[in-house]
């Protein structure tokens, strides 16, 4: 298994551009989130689904979509990047109830 | 609302002292989960205990050992003989138990174990 799997690793963009992050999970987890990771502000939640074709939003969702049209795929998409949004952005399954498993990471910078 | 709060944000020991990494959490659902995940310097966030509302038993794991009182809506990780592959940054988080079972983090304490 390769478990949850994202990419780009790291990303530059430019002030709004817009752009997708992909996560996929080979694990047939119901659950998975997108979390961004600030310095003093832990993990905050992005949007999250419970299940094909069913997402919501988190804590802090604007600027952000997502869908998810399969079990194994859930991209985030930036619609016009702001400075704001520069971060390392955690995609993450789970079975129902469980631990949650990330993906390595996106480092996204914006200009 | 849930929330957890980790006042410690940075921590700094010799190697093989003994450390503890607090955690206080709030939410009134009566059945939850508490977890730890470790964040080391690489970046990537693993996951290490899973605990739910019901088992208040502590749990030893090597030299990782967990205490969760509800009493006092704690669940507090001890490091002994701390090593310098556990600097890293450690995360506690607690999850809803219905719908969603939303999960929220507190904010890390990152600790640096000196050689």
């Known amino acids: 298994n390769a478990g949850v799997t994202q990419t780009p690793k790291f990303q530059v963009l430019k002030t709004g551009q817009s752009m997708t992050l992909q996560c996929a999970q080979d694990?047939?987890?119901?659950?998975m989130s997108w979390y961004r990771q600030d310095p003093g502000m832990g993990l905050r939640l992005i949007h999250y689904?419970?299940?094909?074709?069913?997402?919501d939003q988190g804590e802090v969702p604007n600027g952000y979509n997502v869908s998810r049209s399969t079990t194994e795929d859930f991209p985030l998409r930036l619609l016009s990047a702001a400075p704001s949004q520069t971060s390392v952005y955690f995609c993450?399954?789970?079975?129902?109830?469980?631990?949650?498993?990330f993906g390595p990471g996106t480092r996204l910078t914006v200009l | 609302a849930q929330k957890v709060t980790q006042a410690q944000t940075e921590i700094s020991v010799v190697e093989k002292e003994d450390v503890t990494l607090d955690c206080v959490y709030e939410?009134?659902?009566?059945?939850?989960?508490l977890f730890w995940y470790k964040q080391p310097p690489s970046g990537e966030l693993v996951f290490l205990i899973r605990r739910n509302s019901f088992d208040e038993q502590n749990e030893i794991s090597g030299r990782y050992s967990w205490n969760f009182q509800k009493s006092t809506s704690s669940f507090n990780f001890t490091i002994t003989a701390s090593q310098v592959v556990d600097s890293a940054v450690y995360f506690c988080?607690?999850?809803?138990?219905?719908?969603?079972?939303?999960?929220?983090f507190g904010i890390g304490t990152k600790l640096q174990v000196i050689p």
């Open positions: 993450a399954s789970s079975p129902r109830g469980n631990e949650q498993f």
């Open positions: 694990m047939n987890h119901e659950y």
């Open positions: 988080a607690l999850r809803h138990s219905g719908g969603y079972q939303k999960v929220t």
């Open positions: 689904s419970v299940g094909a074709g069913i997402t």
């Open positions: 939410t009134r659902d009566t059945t939850y989960y």
